[in-house]
């Protein structure tokens, strides 16, 4: 059977790398207009990665969603970034900083040197006075402070407690939260890895929302506005970040793994945006007929 697709370009990236197998993969696509929040989960699912970014220019700024494989994120740090990436090294829109308009609010990212630079709000950790077994027998060894908002973030002695950790994602999904571990670097001022199963991924490789709470801990901690971190996964990441008040700083590199187009179905002219709006092919999108792609 014959049907219509759209071809959209695509890209992936490695964030907060500066190699093309480290950091974070992140799919990226820049499109003319919304495609049905089912299409874009769908392309997220099929993408398999941490997030797929979907931005939408309006005016001087961009619209920017992401989704996991599973459901749309509130925040995300490496997929902002490769989407910045993406616009200077490929689109080559002009100046040094880019803005974001996301439901997480005003985001951006500033080119300096070799290096792009998120600005994100900060989010002070609240410290915990509970026991929180069901955490320690998830991660399999207490830490020395839990602290708890949306999400756990449990603070270990040493780095090696953190590389060394080998959690229950089962346990960790029942806690209905994600978990942040952290603690003091030997070769950088903090080290953490992240475990979020119930968002379709186990362990992310490097992500940069999580420093929007680990900044201020640590600022705090270790009396200092700049930090240098590294995230502890197998692929592994680093991080420079900076403590600004009621934002942060957090900046890294990227790198190009894949350009290339992706062939999904043509929207339905009543198909429903997120924004309310009828779902239309937009103009720069090609059209093709085809049985096979």
Known sequence: MWMQ?????????????NET???????????????????????????????????VRRGETYDLRWFTPTLEAELCGHATLATAHVLFHHLGIGGDTVSFE????????????????LDFPSQ???????????LVAALGVKPELVFQDRD?????????????LRPDFGAIAALNAAVIVTAPGSDCDFVSRYFAPNFGIPED????SIHCALIPYWSDRLKKQRLHARQLSTRGGELFCENRGDRVGIAGSAVTYLVGEIYVPRP???????????????????????GTQ
């Open 268 to 290: 339905s002219t009543g198909a429903d945006h997120a924004d309310g709006k009828q779902a239309t092919a937009a103009g720069n999108f090609a059209v093709l007929e085809s």
């Open 152 to 164: 756990y973030l449990a603070v270990f002695e040493t780095a090696e407690q953190i590389k060394r």
């Open 205 to 208: 490789p490097v992500t940069g």
């Open 124 to 134: 002070r950790p609240t410290l915990s006075r509970q026991s929180h077994r069901d």
């Open 5 to 17: 697709n759209i071809r959209l370009p695509y890209f992936e990236i490695a964030a907060f790398a």
């Open 21 to 55: 197998f480290a950091g974070n993969q992140a799919g990226v696509c820049v499109l003319d207009e919304w495609l049905p929040d089912g299409t874009l989960q769908k392309i997220a699912a099929q993408n398999n990665l941490s997030e797929t970014a979907f931005a």
């Open 102 to 117: 996301t439901e997480a609010g005003s985001l951006s990212v500033t080119r300096e040197s070799d290096r792009l630079v």
